[in-house]
């Protein structure tokens, strides 16, 4: 049984911080390139950031550079999103999936290996 189990979102004020995480069952995250997203209300889903399965490289989309930090921990399975300096434009539900692309740049929706978790829910509002 293949699962991703997202946690840790909430809300939080401009500026504040969140760190995600994206627990695993049934695969090993160092075996896969994995990736997050996430998608705001009246948008769609789109790629935040990536890691490679060596953890040598790591993407991060226009948005969020400079501010989100993608890692991973083997020993847990478990691979988080460091967010910080939240801005307005970033509540959204965000979601961890593994990826069948290297991770080259930001992960597209289609390049998902597997399926979707639930997802957790970041709000930034003072």
């Known amino acids: 049984q293949l699962q991703l189990v997202e946690s840790g979102g909430g809300l939080v004020q401009p500026g504040g911080s969140l760190r995600l995480s994206c627990a695993a069952s049934?695969?090993?995250?160092?075996?896969?390139?994995i990736g997050w997203f996430r998608q705001a209300l009246g948008k769609e889903r789109e790629g935040v950031s990536c890691?490679?399965?060596?953890?040598?490289?790591?993407s991060y989309a226009d948005s969020v550079k400079g501010r989100f930090t993608i890692s991973r921990d083997g020993a847990k399975n478990t691979v988080y999103l460091q967010m910080n300096s939240l801005k307005p434009e970033d509540p959204a539900v965000y979601y961890c999936a593994r990826l069948a692309s290297p991770c080259l740049g930001v992960p597209g929706v289609e390049t998902i290996f597997g399926s979707w978790g639930q997802g957790t829910q970041v709000t930034v509002s003072s």
């Open positions: 890691i490679t399965i060596s953890g040598s490289r790591r």
């Open positions: 049934g695969f090993r995250v160092a075996s896969y390139t």
